[in-house]
């Protein structure tokens, strides 16, 4: 017999789905769908998750549950305001004069 485990595992099966595709209702039928495919069932904790469970009417009469939001109740934090950016010093860019200055200069002297 090869084990519920590798059963699912090997065939890459939903458990859930499978079990709701087959129409089983219980683990006692569960455990006859798996003799017949010579499968050894799991112990009834590991899947009594898995079946359908039965609709409870809700009361009408019963007050409803309030859940309040954790999010709601904490207190906002500012966003931090975005860092100026850091620049390291840069060399001018030379505007043209000291050249002209330097030519003008030169030929005044001779």
Do not use: C, H
Not at 20 to 37: F, P, R
């Amino acid at each position: 017999m090869v084990s519920w485990k590798f059963f699912i595992g090997r065939r890459k099966i939903n458990p859930r789905a499978w079990i709701n595709a087959g129409g089983i209702k219980t683990y006692a039928a569960l455990v006859k769908q798996l003799a017949e495919i010579g499968v050894s069932p799991p112990n009834e904790e590991e899947v009594s998750d898995l079946f359908v469970p039965k609709k409870v009417e809700a009361d009408p009469f019963a007050a409803p549950d309030i859940k309040v939001a954790a999010a709601a109740t904490a207190p906002k934090k500012a966003k931090a305001k975005p860092r100026a950016k850091v620049t390291t010093a840069t060399k001018k860019k030379s505007t043209g004069r000291k050249s002209a200055d330097v030519q003008s200069n030169a030929g005044s002297s001779s």
